[in-house]
């Protein structure tokens, strides 16, 4: 499943390629994904005035001469759902239901095996309120999350830390491996209750949850270009994680064994003498 920075760097490659660009005529190759589609048609006119990303949604802005409000196109991509730049006559691909052509003779396809994406077209001045938004917590990289809000939010409360780190209403995109990854490198034991770790260190987990999505998104700079032109899968990037998925080899930082432990039916990997 796409992560945060996975659709981040999904977001940026798409960006230089569609923005500018007006809607010449969309397919639709079926009706719905997870849920029906909107009215694709009502793109055709309108011109991509900015691509942004909130959460692991995708927002594509739009305007029109025509509509007095204007518009976003908001797609989430679910499991295996992608995107493609292509060059409009290039041959329909495999999973490809949705097909925006666009005015520089390039096209946006969206393909998606499981089908588990979805989208919504909505009045761009909605989106906050909208069910989809109106509960979601602060970006991870925005000034936002900091360790105020954390330490506040973590508060007199008895549930394990890692829970509420990946919990969106706390801070959104914290996916199950980068939550992992900041615990350890915060030196904080995934199991612990929130309500019971000091602001201090709730600080230091915060700059590690920043570290770790900065370097992720970093490291898909390199495979933009994989990600938007060709078939290259999203995915986790190839990074090299510290302590995800390592269970039974040597901790990094004192050689004792990294065990695996499961909380909310979700791996937890960690060092038990350097977490605490
Ligand atoms: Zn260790």
Not at 5 to 34: D, S
Not at 53 to 65: G, I, N, Q, T
Request: charged content about 20%; hydrophobic content about 40%; glycine content about 8%.
């Amino acid at each position: 499943m796409p992560e945060l920075p996975e659709v981040e760097t999904i977001r940026a490659g798409l960006e230089p390629l569609i923005v500018g660009r007006e809607i010449k005529h969309v397919i639709c190759h079926r009706a719905n994904l997870r849920y029906p589609l909107p009215n694709l048609a009502a793109l055709v006119g309108q011109s991509v005035t900015g691509m942004r990303r909130r959460s692991k949604y995708l927002l594509f802005d739009l305007a029109s001469e025509r509509l007095e409000t204007s518009q976003t196109l908001v797609w989430h991509l679910g499991m295996t759902g992608q995107f493609h730049v292509l060059p409009h006559h290039a041959k329909t691909g495999t999973h490809e239901h949705v097909h925006v052509e666009l005015s520089d003779g390039q096209s946006l396809r969206y393909r998606d095996a499981r089908r588990f994406g979805y989208a919504g077209l909505l009045p761009s001045t909605q989106l906050e309120s909208h069910a989809w938004f109106s509960k979601l917590g602060p970006e991870p990289l925005s000034d936002a999350f900091n360790g105020e809000h954390l330490t506040a939010l973590c508060a007199g409360r008895k549930a394990p830390i890692k829970n509420l780190i990946m919990d969106a209403s706390i801070v959104v995109g914290v996916g199950n491996i980068y939550a992992s990854e900041s615990l350890f490198r915060a030196g904080i034991h995934p199991a612990r209750a929130a309500g019971r770790i000091s602001s201090a260190r709730l600080a230091l987990l915060v700059e590690t949850i920043k570290a770790v999505l900065a370097e992720a998104i970093e490291a898909g700079g390199s495979t933009i270009s994989d990600f938007v032109h060709a078939d290259g899968k999203p995915g986790y990037f190839a990074h090299q994680f510290q302590v995800y998925g390592r269970a039974g080899k040597k901790c990094l930082h004192c050689e004792r064994t990294i065990k695996r432990i499961t909380q909310a039916g979700r791996s937890s990997f960690l060092c038990s003498f350097c977490q605490r």
